[in-house]
């Protein structure tokens, strides 16, 4: 059965999409099958991957009101082991339309366990807010990952979303968890930087990642190529990065073998 991993942070620009793209990519290059769920209604994770409007006819919003299947929803991307379920603009009116159906909050979960043995991981990249899709996300998954950006208010704006976790674990998924803390656009000549990452490292401890994502020119040009940035250069420290990022995730949920090398499938990204 798939584990279900939500990206989420209520705050914009801190590489959530980034993260969601590249690590469903880093996943599907070690062999893993691997759904990306757009649920962003801005569509920059389905850009990112090179999904252009008319590939989009069925997508995550016509899953939620009940117009298609999640696995018609389904599409292809360049990687072979990587699958993608859209997102479009309509999903912006997505919350006022769910909100006269009946257990709103649980139309993402009770779609996926359609699809739950069809793949390894499924990654959601959530909108930068705390409304009723992102509900649906937390509800869904199994855990959670939270990409935080190495700056003055990183810390602010955690808060207010941790007790939001808390509250969903009491009430609607007693089972989720929190898979991480990534530390995202990682500037060690910077002391502010430096010094942000040592704060929530003692704060936070061994929920925050080993594995940091740098700032990175190839990371941030990717998206406008349609690629994920392992398949634009996937030489490049972000790509690297995102790679060791997905070992740890691999590792810390036990499916690195005991030699601790990365599971044994095709390795090829395309």
Same mark, same amino acid.
Request: charged share 25%; glycine share 6%; hydrophobic share 45%.
């Given at each position: 059965?798939?584990?279900?991993?939500?990206?989420?942070?209520?705050?914009?620009?801190?590489?959530?999409?980034?993260? %969601?793209?590249? $690590?469903?990519?880093?996943?599907?290059?070690?062999?893993?099958?691997?759904?990306?769920?757009?649920?962003?209604?801005?569509?920059? %994770?389905?850009?990112?991957?090179?999904?252009?409007?008319?590939?989009?006819?069925?997508?995550?919003?016509?899953?939620?009101?009940?117009? %298609?299947?999640?696995?018609? %929803?389904?599409?292809?991307?360049?990687?072979?082991?990587?699958?993608?379920?859209?997102?479009?603009?309509?999903?912006?009116?997505?919350? #006022?339309?769910?909100?006269?159906?009946?257990?709103?909050?649980?139309?993402?979960?009770?779609?996926?366990?359609?699809?739950?043995?069809?793949?390894?991981? #499924?990654?959601?990249?959530?909108?930068?807010?705390?409304?009723?899709?992102?509900?649906?996300?937390?509800?869904?998954?199994?855990?959670?990952?939270?990409?935080?950006?190495?700056?003055?208010?990183?810390?602010?704006?955690?808060?207010?979303?941790?007790?939001?976790?808390?509250?969903?674990?009491?009430? !609607?998924?007693?089972? !989720?968890?929190?898979?991480? #803390?990534?530390?995202?656009?990682?500037?060690?000549? +910077?002391?502010?930087?430096?010094?942000?990452?040592?704060?929530?490292?003692?704060?936070?401890?061994?929920?925050?990642?080993?594995?940091?994502?740098?700032? +990175?020119?190839?990371?941030?040009?990717?998206?406008?190529?349609?690629?994920?940035? $392992?398949?634009?250069?996937?030489?490049?420290?972000?790509?690297?990065?995102?790679?060791?990022?997905?070992?740890?995730?691999?590792?810390?949920?036990? $499916?690195?073998?005991?030699?601790?090398?990365?599971?044994?499938?095709?390795?090829?990204?395309?």
């Amino acid at each position: 059965m798939a584990k279900i991993i939500a990206i989420t942070n209520q705050k914009g620009g801190v590489g959530k999409t980034t993260t %969601a793209i590249n $690590l469903s990519t880093a996943f599907a290059a070690i062999g893993q099958r691997t759904l990306l769920i757009d649920l962003d209604p801005q569509g920059n %994770a389905s850009t990112g991957l090179g999904i252009d409007a008319k590939r989009r006819i069925k997508n995550i919003y016509d899953t939620l009101i009940g117009k %298609a299947a999640i696995k018609e %929803a389904i599409g292809h991307t360049i990687i072979p082991t990587l699958k993608i379920v859209p997102s479009v603009i309509d999903l912006a009116a997505a919350e #006022i339309e769910l909100n006269t159906l009946p257990e709103r909050e649980k139309i993402l979960k009770k779609s996926l366990q359609e699809i739950a043995n069809d793949f390894d991981f #499924i990654i959601i990249d959530c909108p930068p807010s705390l409304g009723l899709l992102t509900v649906n996300a937390l509800i869904a998954a199994h855990s959670l990952l939270i990409p935080l950006q190495c700056e003055f208010f990183a810390l602010e704006g955690l808060a207010h979303l941790v007790n939001t976790i808390n509250l969903i674990k009491r009430s !609607l998924n007693k089972e !989720l968890k929190m898979e991480g #803390i990534l530390l995202t656009m990682v500037d060690k000549r +910077n002391r502010l930087s430096v010094s942000v990452e040592k704060e929530v490292r003692e704060t936070f401890k061994d929920l925050v990642y080993a594995t940091t994502i740098p700032r +990175n020119v190839k990371v941030s040009e990717a998206p406008s190529h349609g690629k994920p940035a $392992l398949i634009y250069d996937d030489k490049c420290i972000g790509s690297v990065s995102y790679m060791l990022l997905a070992k740890e995730i691999l590792n810390k949920n036990n $499916l690195i073998n005991e030699n601790h090398e990365l599971p044994e499938r095709k390795k090829r990204v395309g």
